[in-house]
């Protein structure tokens, strides 16, 4: 259900672009590249073939943003209700349960979670795109029209994790912008968090053991959440400071750093040229695009609880323990398996897909400095829904881009299905083999 809702508003898109009003006037899209800008919108990646703003028409600038609402909409609804209801191993029949599973009083069964799910969602967009219109209505020579067309879609954009943008050149021009880069970086990160996590954070604000009361997921999800970007932002800070920082501010280097940390969690606007960034930046950024976002969030990769249950597991199995915990509470044995197959395919596809672009983009993108890490980067930010390139995407060939499309559509619904897969599917053994040891490491 979920692979085949996605691929339906896929294929709904690329029949609209594929109308002579999508594009301005002047303008041809090829096949392949309205494939790719559907599913690019669809699965909320950001990676573009064609600029937004100067090459679409406003009937395809509209398509686009009702692709990206409806990616980051349904993905938040269906990784919502198939967590609650594998997690707490309950039926999506019984309102009293989901409730429970919830710990919410006010949430009263499937109908009202969706609404839960929409209201949040349509709410955080809003007062995005209020702030937004606010800002750029007082330092920007726009149309009042103009001004809310921007303000609504690059809300929309950033909260669903989706990365497009109307400016050729995404944020850099508001770099220095102290408002724009609290705004944007507030709505990509509260995106990234997911449903139950933000349903839960109020949580923080009673005086009664604000951080005990507090869920497993959640405590997990904002720990790591701002760990990485902490690590992150002072590694990018220090490494690039006399290289894409240089000569900047002091406040100009720290807000550019902060954003740079936050958006490779799969939102894709930059302020900064990702093309010229250091090798070991670019590195950083490929580890923060492969864990991604929380679950049950509008963001890809692997998520950050995954990351958080593998750290567990190794932490246990380097001291020897029979049982996996975090924060006092026991993870179970199939939450773990689930968490090491979800691990492995992302990193055998995200391998195997880079092989290919290797031996097929080589005359396409030669001399353009490190092929491997721009490749890498490049199926990466795809398979993390992220958005972020190199400079390599316009100029990939048929083949790459045939990839490129696959992984961002695996990317958005496959961890998601792989985890379902491996949770529903019951394969009891009622033999065992004997035993044989074999040399690890």
């Known amino acids: 259900m979920v692979a085949l809702s996605f691929f339906c508003a896929i294929a709904i898109g690329t029949l609209l672009l594929s109308l002579p009003i999508a594009v301005k006037h002047g303008n041809e899209i090829s096949l392949i590249d309205k494939i790719f800008t559907a599913t690019s919108a669809t699965c909320v990646t950001?990676?573009?073939?064609?600029?937004t703003g100067s090459f679409f028409s406003t009937f395809g600038k509209y398509v686009i943003f009702a692709l990206v609402q409806i990616g980051g909409l349904g993905i938040m609804t269906f990784s919502t209700l198939f967590a609650i209801a594998l997690g707490r191993k309950l039926t999506l029949r019984h309102n009293v349960v989901i409730q429970k599973a919830m710990n919410q009083q006010k949430v009263q069964g499937l109908s009202e979670l969706i609404k839960y799910v929409l209201y949040i969602t349509v709410g955080f967009e809003m007062v995005g795109a209020i702030l937004l219109?606010?800002?750029?209505?007082?330092?920007e020579d726009w149309s009042v029209k103009e001004t809310l067309i921007n303000s609504v879609f690059h809300s929309v954009s950033a909260f669903c994790n989706a990365g497009f943008s109307l400016f050729q050149t995404s944020f850099t021009a508001y770099r220095a912008d102290p408002y724009i880069n609290a705004i944007m970086i507030s709505l990509i990160f509260l995106g990234g968090l997911g449903f139950v996590v933000i349903l839960d954070l109020p949580k923080l604000f009673s005086f009664r053991s604000p951080i005990k009361r507090l869920s497993i997921q959640t405590k997990l999800a904002l720990v790591i959440s701002v760990l990485l970007v902490a690590i992150a932002m002072i590694f990018i800070l220090f490494i690039e400071k006399d290289n894409v920082l240089e000569g900047m501010p002091a406040g100009e280097r720290i807000a550019a750093s902060f954003f740079h940390a936050v958006t490779p969690r799969t939102a894709?606007?930059?302020?900064?040229?990702?093309?010229?960034?250091?090798?070991?930046?670019?590195f950083l950024m490929l580890f923060l695009m492969f864990i991604g976002a929380s679950p049950g969030s509008t963001g890809g990769g692997i998520k950050t609880c995954t990351f958080g249950v593998l750290m567990a597991t190794m932490y246990s199995m380097l001291y020897n323990?029979?049982?996996?915990?975090?924060f006092r509470r026991t993870i179970p044995k199939d939450v773990v398996r689930r968490a090491l197959v979800v691990f492995t395919l992302a990193f055998i596809w995200i391998g195997f897909v880079s092989m290919v672009l290797l031996f097929t983009e080589k005359s396409h993108i030669v001399g353009q400095g490190n092929v491997f890490l721009k490749v890498l980067f490049e199926v990466t930010s795809a398979f993390g829904t992220v958005g972020l390139s190199t400079g390599i995407t316009p100029n990939l060939s048929f083949i790459g881009k045939v990839f490129i499309v696959l992984t961002m559509y695996l990317g958005r619904v496959g961890p998601l299905t792989i985890a379902l897969s491996v949770a529903l599917r019951k394969h009891k053994v009622i033999y065992t083999y004997p035993e044989e040891r074999i040399m690890v490491g």
Request: charged content about 20%; overall charge positive.
């Open 133 to 139: 219109f606010i800002r750029w209505i007082v330092i």
């Open 46 to 51: 950001g990676l573009v073939v064609k600029d």
């Open 321 to 326: 323990k029979d049982r996996v915990s975090v």
């Open 268 to 282: 894709g606007f930059n302020t900064l040229e990702v093309n010229n960034m250091l090798a070991p930046t670019i």
